[in-house]
């Protein structure tokens, strides 16, 4: 089998439908589809049936279905990864479907049916009945020669595309049940119901939340959100979990009605939880949503849930209107869609899709950590779900890290940034380095050409000693964006050139800064763009390059000299000014356009 795609992993404890899904899944996917089954505490009567594209996990005790997920991924290589439950089937192609559509900060859940599991068939008069508890004897005849037959499709009539949080982080269907507590059960629907909604109508659009039983992401996507939180506890509180850190990170999730899955509902007496809820388990893990949710002490996001539920507002039971000053865009639909509704004599918001972006970070380690801490911050403020790769000497927590067993030099630092680009995925790349402070509109340039390197002229150098700022037109690598792989050739030449012949000055820090007649890389050009607000390049005792604060320090006289006490937007830097704005970073007390 060559190397998967997709990871599917089904964790189970007690589940008498584990081989069914896993046939099912085997049936319905491509052969660059793996199943990681995770037998969590047991081992069925029957055995599980060998598969080569299928991998068994045996726990001796139970784990708990958010360890067992995590389990299951971990032994996972693959670029993308699903959890689905034990009794669920799948659509045909739904791998492909999943795969192809899915963006990187994208949790993606199919469209949900309730699963048709079986049937109590009659031997004698051959009457069916709907799946239930177990069935002596017959209710038409009276024959006691009742058998069970698998049906394993979906119910066509009970389908599924959007759900809700409650005020109290529960979620919730936009049915009776789910709404009979806030009022007119009807009155609610036809206010609140997404379906409803106008950016609803498309195959591929924006939801709320969704049910833990089937879902999908990017492997390392996974990862960056932490995984599941297994503080939780073994169960609950799954799809409040996979909506928020979807959501609150940055991302989005969405529900892709081009694919399915349908799910064995738990609503009658012989189809139990299996996984046993011990006393005060369940309580256990709402309060641990909500104190993660409700007191943000979720440390990777750039959102609150206020601004979740303002988002997806009117909702029953939450306040008209949340706290907080918010700029949000409505839900979306994620592809164009022929019967787009007309709202105020305008079209309803349609995402066209866009060059996909992502940052690179590299460091040496041994800046300051108080000056690292509050860059890596600003960045994660900033990078609103894009891919983040970092490379550095030593291993920190932030975005994919790779590290490179290496010394502090120029050469390795080529090798940084030539990892972080082959280790990135997208259209274009940002260059981040440990010592800038970026301004969310840094991210936002978007280059016009894909054989051009463009770097942003908007920056200030501040000493971090005395706060004292100046600005001239530059064009620094920190502040580079160019396309992925115009980026990647080049370094991978700066690397060979540096390892074969050593550094020189000729060849320069900068792309596009030198012609190969002059002892450049490459012949590419380079742009430049000025954001509206500065970023500022930290100067500080360990800089790589040597420090340049007063003309004589140039062999050309700078263009656009200034010299200041304060940088425009981020304020006074020197009388200690400088230290004060690290810690409203940290603080999350600067507001941004």
Not at 502 to 523: F, H, L, S, T
Request: proline share 5%; charged share 30%; glycine share 8%.
């Amino acid at each position: 089998m060559t190397k998967p795609m997709l990871t599917v992993v089904i964790p189970g404890l007690n589940e008498e439908w584990m081989q069914n899904t896993i046939d099912n899944v085997i049936e319905n996917s491509g052969i660059n589809t793996e199943i990681v089954c995770v037998l969590d505490g047991y081992w069925p009567p029957a055995g599980i049936t060998s598969h080569e594209r299928l991998r068994v996990i045996h726990n001796e005790k139970p784990l708990g279905q958010r360890q067992a997920t995590n389990q299951g991924v971990r032994l996972s290589e693959s670029k993308f990864i699903m959890k689905i439950d034990a009794h669920v089937a799948v659509s045909k192609g739904f791998d492909e479907e999943l795969m192809r559509s899915c963006k990187y900060d994208w949790t993606m859940v199919p469209r949900m049916y309730t699963l048709d599991a079986f049937h109590w068939l009659c031997n004698d008069c051959k009457m069916e009945y709907q799946q239930g508890p177990v069935m002596v004897t017959c209710e038409t005849c009276g024959s006691k020669q009742m058998t069970r037959k698998v049906i394993w499709d979906k119910k066509d009539h009970k389908k599924t595309d959007y759900m809700w949080i409650n005020d109290e982080l529960r979620m919730k269907y936009f049915d009776r049940p789910g709404l009979a507590e806030y009022g007119d059960t009807r009155e609610l629907k036809k206010r609140c119901s997404h379906k409803n909604a106008p950016w609803s109508k498309g195959n591929i659009t924006d939801v709320m939340t969704c049910i833990g039983a089937g879902w999908f992401m990017h492997r390392d996507r996974y990862w960056e959100l932490g995984g599941m939180d297994e503080k939780h506890g073994s169960w609950g509180q799954m799809a409040v979990e996979l909506s928020m850190k979807a959501w609150l990170s940055g991302g989005r999730m969405v529900v892709n009605k081009n694919c399915w899955f349908a799910h064995l509902a738990r609503t009658q007496k012989g189809f139990g939880f299996p996984y046993p809820h011990a006393k005060g388990a369940i309580t256990k893990a709402r309060e641990r949503s909500r104190d993660m949710w409700l007191n943000g002490k979720w440390d990777k996001a750039i959102h609150t849930y206020d601004w979740l539920i303002k988002k997806f507002s009117p909702l029953p039971g939450w306040p008209k209107e949340q706290s907080g000053n918010f700029k949000i865009e409505p839900p979306m639909i994620h592809e164009p869609y022929k019967d787009v509704p007309v709202i105020n004599n305008k079209p309803s918001a349609i995402h066209i899709p866009e060059v996909t972006k992502s940052i690179i970070y590299y460091t040496d380690n041994i800046l300051e950590e108080r000056i690292a801490t509050v860059v890596r911050n600003q960045i994660g403020k900033c990078r609103k779900g894009m891919h983040l790769v970092s490379a550095s000497l030593l291993p920190i927590s932030f975005g994919e890290n790779v590290v490179l067993d290496e010394k502090r030099s120029r050469l390795t630092m080529f090798k940084q940034i030539l990892t972080a680009l082959e280790e990135s995925r997208s259209d274009i790349v940002f260059f981040t380095e440990h010592d800038v402070l970026y301004h969310p509109s840094h991210f936002e340039f978007n280059p016009p050409k894909d054989d051009t390197y463009y770097y942003n002229r908007s920056v200030w150098i501040v000493d971090s000693k005395n706060g004292h700022c100046i600005y001239y037109l530059g064009g620094k690598t920190s502040q580079l964006c160019a396309n992925r792989d115009l980026l990647i050739e080049h370094y991978k030449k700066k690397v060979e050139v540096v390892e074969a012949s050593g550094w020189n000055a000729r060849i320069g820090y900068e792309p596009g800064n030198r012609r190969v007649k002059r002892g450049g890389i490459d012949d590419f050009g380079r742009e430049y763009f000025f954001t509206k607000y500065p970023n500022i390049d930290i100067r500080h005792d360990s800089n790589l390059t040597p420090k340049r604060n007063k003309k004589k320090h140039f062999r050309r006289e700078p263009q656009e000299w200034q010299e200041s006490d304060s940088v425009p937007f981020w304020g006074k830097m020197t009388g200690g000014g400088f230290d004060n704005l690290l810690d409203r970073i940290l603080k999350d007390e600067i507001k941004y356009d």
